[in-house]
């Protein structure tokens, strides 16, 4: 007997995560109208995986279904925001001192990578560098179970991300970002809990500020 084929599950899986970066990314923007149709031929597949990977961003707050209409991206409310802002906070803050605490030396030194942002107005380049500095940070913690639930949280953010930082990814706003992650990286290094946790806590609410400002117009929240 020939073993079960792999490629249905991949194939589902590589559709969720298309439509899962589409939707963070803002390709799919927040309040968007979500059809199975358009996507089954998009992705050129039958609807039970588009369903399928539909019903899975229900459960991550990425999507809602409407009764008789279909889907739609979920909009980026300031509830959700100030409530993803806290947990970033107190996740990141612990994941750095943790990393502080019992990352070795070499793994501190490979965040380095991550003085110098991209070059350019690249929206998706700049989101991808400064979600991959943060995902490193989670990752020198050294704690499994609190990497991966900082890690989900980083995720959902490339959204907030794309609309606090929109207006501001200019050459001089992207180095700003840089040297605030050089900052950071500095006290990580050097070793310094004080100073990494009130860094980070400074970078967190920046971030926050510009974000809730931007979400306060209609335009950006239904």
């Known amino acids: 007997m020939r073993a079960p084929s792999s490629k249905a599950p991949l194939m589902r899986d590589d559709v969720y995560e298309r ?31 588009i369903r399928d990977a539909l019903l ?18 979920r909009p980026v409310s300031l509830a959700d925001a100030i409530e993803m802002y ?12 943790r990393a502080i605490e019992h990352a070795a030396d070499a793994t501190l030194a490979a965040l380095d990578e991550f003085r110098t942002g991209p070059r350019g107005r690249d929206m998706g380049k700049w989101i991808a560098y400064n979600r991959r500095f943060h995902l490193a940070v989670a990752a020198a913690s050294g704690n499994a179970r609190l990497g991966r639930a900082a890690t989900e949280i980083i995720e959902q953010f490339d959204r907030l991300t794309y609309v606090g930082v929109n207006s501001a990814v200019t050459p001089s706003g992207v180095q700003k970002f840089a040297d605030e992650h050089g900052a950071i990286i500095d006290a990580l290094q050097a070793r ?14 920046a971030s926050r500020k510009r974000t809730l400002a931007t979400l306060a117009n209609p335009a950006i929240v239904p």
């Open 56 to 73: 899975r961003l229900q459960e991550q707050n990425l999507v809602d279904v409407l009764p008789r209409k279909g889907y739609r991206v």
């Open 192 to 205: 310094d809990r004080r100073r990494a946790g009130a860094l980070i806590r400074e970078h967190i609410e």
């Open 86 to 97: 806290e947990l970033r906070l107190m996740y990141e803050r612990e994941c750095a001192l």
């Open 19 to 49: 439509i899962r970066d589409d939707i963070l990314s803002c390709a799919l923007q927040p309040g968007a109208p979500v059809h199975e149709q358009a996507l089954a031929q998009r992705f050129q597949v039958s609807k039970s995986p």
